[in-house]
């Protein structure tokens, strides 16, 4: 009779996850989701989802900003990240955009 194994599985990835290593990681994380404009930015921006692989561990957003010289990271919670979305429409709203000239009134 063979004993029980005392080693946990590995966890389950979510299916957001890249898959890659996140067990040496020990984060699941998505692939970077580039915020590309047709213009060149002072900053290179990514946003990713990472959890720790505890499972107690909650999907948490990375937004990620690079110029040349400096990385910043804001970690913030789904809740922050979904009403960030809301702001942010409602700012750009505000701004309104000339959608033939790219110009900001």
């Known amino acids: 009779m063979k004993s029980p194994s005392t ?3 590995p966890p389950a990835c ?4 890249d898959r890659a290593d996140c067990a040496r990681r020990g ?9 590309e ?3 060149a ?5 990514d946003l990713s ?3 720790s692989t505890h499972p107690a561990g909650e999907p948490l957003l990375l937004l990620t900003g690079v110029d040349d010289a400096t990385v910043a990271t804001l970690t913030l919670s789904l809740a922050q990240g979904a009403v ?3 702001r942010l429409a409602a700012l750009l709203d505000v701004a309104k955009i ?6 900001w009134s």
């Open 7 to 9: 080693t946990p599985d």
């Open 14 to 17: 979510p299916r957001w996850c």
């Open 27 to 35: 984060r699941h994380q998505s692939r970077a989701r580039h915020v």
């Open 37 to 39: 404009t047709a213009r």
């Open 41 to 45: 930015e002072a900053y290179v921006i």
């Open 49 to 51: 989802l990472t959890q």
């Open 84 to 86: 960030l979305r809301y």
């Open 98 to 103: 000339v959608s033939n000239q790219r110009r």
